[in-house]
């Protein structure tokens, strides 16, 4: 579940923020695309990611960027719970759902 999300042009700045923390494992959202980056701040927890074709646990202390136009979803892994601050680098967000 996610804790808050924020649109940077609500704000004055020129990126958006969602803080996510959940202990709901295999959550997370499904297929999708930005056509801009966006960085993964892993504070505590594991989780899957697919970015593009490519697999990776991101743990706590770890940032991940997708590049803009890449494919990505992730799934919480547990058994902790997974926080993170995903940054979208634009000011409202835009996501084409793949799936």
């Known amino acids: 579940m996610s804790d808050g ?5 609500e704000i004055g700045a020129g990126v958006s923020i969602i803080r996510e923390s959940t ?9 999708h695309q930005h ?4 960085t993964f701040v892993i504070i505590r927890g594991r989780a899957l990611f697919t970015i593009g074709d490519e697999q990776r646990e991101g743990s706590g ?13 992730f799934a919480v892994l ?3 719970v997974y926080e993170a601050v995903h940054i ?3 000011d409202r ?7």
């Not at 202990?23 to 297929?31: I, M, T």
């Not at 056509?35 to 966006?38: D, F, I, L, M, N």
């Not at 202390?61 to 979803?73: E, F």
């Open 93 to 99: 967000f835009v996501t084409e759902w793949l799936e």
């Open 88 to 90: 979208h680098e634009n």
């Open 61 to 73: 202390g770890d940032i991940l960027v997708v590049p803009a136009n890449t494919p990505h979803k």
């Open 5 to 9: 999300s924020v649109e940077g042009h």
């Open 78 to 80: 547990g058994p902790d």
């Open 23 to 31: 202990d709901v494992v295999g959550s997370g959202p499904r297929l």
């Open 35 to 38: 056509p801009y980056a966006e």
